[in-house]
C-alpha cells in the first residue's frame, strides 16, 4: 500500500499549532535555561578557578572531569528519574536544583566545588536529555525538526546574551557572583514557568 503524502497545508498547520502550544513553549523555556547554565560554568569556569580559588590549571582539569562524570550519571538515570515524578515537576525541580547548586557556589569552600561541578553536570545532562525525550514523544513527526531548530535557536540567542553580560562585567564581579546572580534569575524563571502551568491547567478544567 503506497502512503499518500501529507498535504503542505497540513504540515504548516501542525507546525503553527505546536508554535503556539504553552507546553512546547515551556519545553524550550526549561532547555534555554538549562543550556544557559551550562554555557555560563563554562565561561567563567576558568576565572572562579584561578580568581577566586587561586587554583592551577590541574585543579580547573579536575572540575572539568567532575561535570563529565555527573553528565554520565545524568544520562543514565533518567529512566529511573522519569518514573517517579511528571515531566513538569521534574523539569522545574531540575531548574531549581541547578539554581541551588549556582548559589551554593558562592559560599562553600574550594573541597565541595568539585561536588557541586558532579551535580551540575549530572543535572544539565539529566534535564537535556529529559527535554529530548519529552519533546520527541510529544511532538509530530512532521514538526520535530522545525520544533528542534527553535528550541536549540532560542537556546544559543539566550547563551550569547549571557555571554555579552558576562564579557560586559568583565573583572568588576567575582565570577561566584555572576553564578549567584543567575541562580536568583533561574529561581524567578521557574516561578514564571509555575505560573504557566497553573494557567494551563485551569483553562483545561473550565
Not at 503542505?8 to 498547520?13: E, G, I, K, L, N
Not at 550519571?73 to 525541580?93: N, P, Q
Not at 547548586?101 to 534535564?127: K, Q, R
Amino acid at each position: 500500500m503506497r502512503l499518500q503524502p501529507v498535504s503542505r497545508d497540513v504540515r504548516f498547520a501542525k507546525i503553527s499549532a505546536a508554535q503556539l502550544d504553552p507546553s512546547l513553549r515551556r519545553l524550550i523555556g526549561v532547555y534555554a535555561l538549562l543550556y544557559t547554565s551550562a554555557v555560563l560554568v563554562s565561561v567563567m569556569g576558568s576565572s572562579f578557578v584561578f580568581q577566586e580559588q587561586k587554583g592551577t590549571a590541574a585543579d580547573f582539569g579536575y572540575l572539568e572531569a567532575a561535570w563529565s562524570a555527573g553528565s554520565l550519571i545524568g544520562a543514565v538515570s533518567l529512566f529511573r528519574i522519569e518514573r517517579a515524578m511528571s515531566t513538569h515537576v521534574r523539569h522545574l525541580m531540575l531548574l531549581g536544583l541547578t539554581a541551588l547548586v549556582l548559589m551554593a557556589l558562592a559560599s562553600l569552600p574550594t573541597p565541595w566545588t568539585v561536588i557541586l561541578f558532579v551535580a551540575l553536570g549530572f543535572l544539565y545532562n539529566l534535564g537535556r536529555v529529559s527535554v529530548e525525550v519529552t519533546l520527541q514523544s510529544h511532538v509530530s513527526i512532521y514538526l520535530l525538526g522545525r520544533a528542534k531548530g527553535i528550541m536549540h535557536s532560542v537556546a544559543v540567542v539566550l547563551g550569547l546574551l549571557i555571554f555579552g553580560i558576562a564579557a560586559a562585567v568583565g573583572d568588576r564581579a567575582f565570577p561566584s557572583t555572576i553564578f549567584l546572580s543567575f541562580g536568583v534569575a533561574l529561581l524567578v524563571s521557574i516561578l514564571c514557568l509555575s505560573v504557566g502551568v497553573i494557567q494551563t491547567r485551569e483553562k483545561g478544567e473550565t
